[in-house]
């Protein structure tokens, strides 16, 4: 069994998946079922965390499905914690399929800044700004899978000069095989490392001020009661100063060539990417032009209709969806199944993680901690809430973290515990301190795991170590300047 169980799993993780397993049954009957919903928790978090060897789904739902059956909750109280969010499973399902179909557009912009732009520091300023102006009105997993795209589509067109006899390079003499090797190969790969490393920082600045940038700010704007304008307008004051500060970040760290960044585009790989895409240009059929207007008059729809807030964003998702596919002529269902493959894995895991919340609340695990946070002064509780939310990020998935806290918030303040000014720079806190810190690490940016896991990363080099180095000064530029925001703004 332990051959297929969890599949290319590494065997130690299977040993101790199997050990958690057992051992918490064994907890149940002994130590009670308080201290072994705590024990729930902590393996659920390292499921979390070695997302990289085993996809959190498996592992995870496998200790979801015996909370349920050791009762430390109910179906009916789980399928209740997903009524509640079901706007948050909406915009994942709909939305990001959406976007999907207006990838093409995206990847051209991207493609045009990539060419036309010659200095290392103005392009890496551009990407990291297109990234978070993009990630406020999208979804940062598809503004990460465009940066993907791009970034392999030219290390492809790259790698195939490279590998082409060397009687091609001589036909034209503009080329020298010599020129795309060694360090010129290594220079590109750390200069596409670079780049995508600044876009996908990117998501993140942009991603905490809007109710559709991250999945849990829908969450949290469903418990406020906020709409888009006024989610980003109780954010800006936090999220706009961060968004300046991580932009200063990027011309330091391109200035400095520090903590892995600073490399320039070669030369001859700059021709090499400019002919390809002129080329592109060139053969791009009318139907491909069609498609872009299509998706640029849909793009301006939906920002329209996120503004107006005309219907829940899941819905306006679907609307994307329909009207891009109506228009392009994609009527064939395994056309539109492909759009639907990247948003539902991190569904189903969305509502995995609802189980182990109403788990939570069942047991009134977090009911002492929040009741000590709220006997604090409050103007000591936000940055409180700020910090436990950024550590608990760093190490777990930050919808997670910001699920079980804005859900024990709304409930003191349903409880009359604390004043509707107070919530609201609560959840102000939760959402700045589950976006911003958690950028430190994978496990708590899935647009950061998106991209470990991705084919890109071993082309240019990108390891788990690596990622996190490079994300370091982007962690306490940004968590700082969130957390004393936090204090003297809030």
């Known amino acids: 069994m332990l051959k297929y169980f969890l599949g290319n799993s590494p065997k130690w993780f299977k040993m101790i998946m199997i050990g958690f397993l057992i051992f918490n049954v064994f907890s149940y ?43 430390l909750t109910t179906p009916k109280n789980a399928y209740h914690e997903i009524d509640q969010n079901l706007e948050v499973v909406l915009l994942l399902v709909f939305m990001v399929a959406g976007i999907y179909f207006m990838k093409p557009l995206l990847m051209y912009i991207f493609s045009k800044v990539f060419t036309k732009i010659k200095s290392k520091m103005v392009l890496s300023v551009l990407f990291v700004f297109l990234a978070a102006v993009l990630s406020a009105f999208l979804d940062a997993l598809t503004v990460t899978a465009v940066l993907i795209s791009v970034a392999v589509g030219f290390y492809g067109v790259y790698h195939k000069i490279h590998s082409m006899p060397a009687s091609d390079f001589d036909q034209d003499g503009t080329l020298d095989r010599t020129e795309l090797s060694g360090d010129t190969l290594e220079q590109f790969r750390s200069f596409l490392r670079s780049l995508v490393m600044h876009g996908v920082v990117g998501t993140a600045l942009g991603g905490v001020c809007t109710l559709v940038g991250e999945p849990q700010n829908l969450l949290i704007g469903e418990r406020m009661g906020w709409d888009f304008i006024e989610f980003f307008l109780q954010m800006a004051p936090i999220s706009i100063p961060v968004l300046v500060a991580g932009i200063i970040t990027t011309v330091v ?190 496990n708590g ?46």
């Open 29 to 71: 009957f002994v130590l009670g079922p308080t201290i072994t919903a705590w024990i729930f928790i902590g393996e659920f978090i390292f499921t979390l965390a070695m997302a990289l060897k085993c996809y959190p789904l498996q592992s995870g739902g496998l200790l979801a499905i015996e909370i349920l059956a050791l009762s």
């Open 253 to 442: 760290l391109e200035l400095t060539g520090s903590f892995g960044f600073g490399a320039k585009l070669p030369e001859v790989a700059r021709r090499i990417i400019e002919n390809y895409t002129d080329q592109e240009d060139a053969n791009r059929s009318d139907k491909s032009k069609y498609g872009l207007i299509i998706q640029g008059v849909s793009a301006i729809l939906l920002i329209a209709g996120l503004a107006l807030h005309i219907a829940p964003v899941g819905l306006i998702g679907l609307a994307l969806i329909i009207v891009q596919t109506a228009f392009m002529g994609i009527t064939e269902e395994h056309q539109l199944g492909k759009a639907f493959e990247e948003a539902l894995p991190f569904t189903a895991l969305l509502v995995v993680f609802f189980v182990i919340v109403a788990m939570i609340h069942d047991q009134h695990l977090f009911s002492p901690i929040i009741e000590w946070a709220l006997s604090l002064d409050p103007s000591k509780q936000p940055s409180m809430f700020y910090v436990a939310n950024g550590v608990l990020s760093m190490i777990s998935d930050n919808v997670f973290v910001a699920t079980v806290y804005i859900g024990e918030v709304k409930q003191a303040f349903d409880n009359g515990v604390i004043s509707r000014e107070q919530f609201e720079k609560l959840a102000i806190a939760i959402n700045t301190g589950t976006n911003l810190p958690s950028v430190a690490t994978p």
């Open 445 to 490: 940016q899935a647009a950061f795991l998106f991209l470990l896991t991705s084919s890109l990363a071993p082309l240019i080099g990108l390891s788990y170590g690596k990622m996190v180095k490079m994300a370091l000064p982007y962690t306490i530029v940004l968590g700082g300047v969130g957390l004393l925001g936090i204090i003297y703004i809030l």
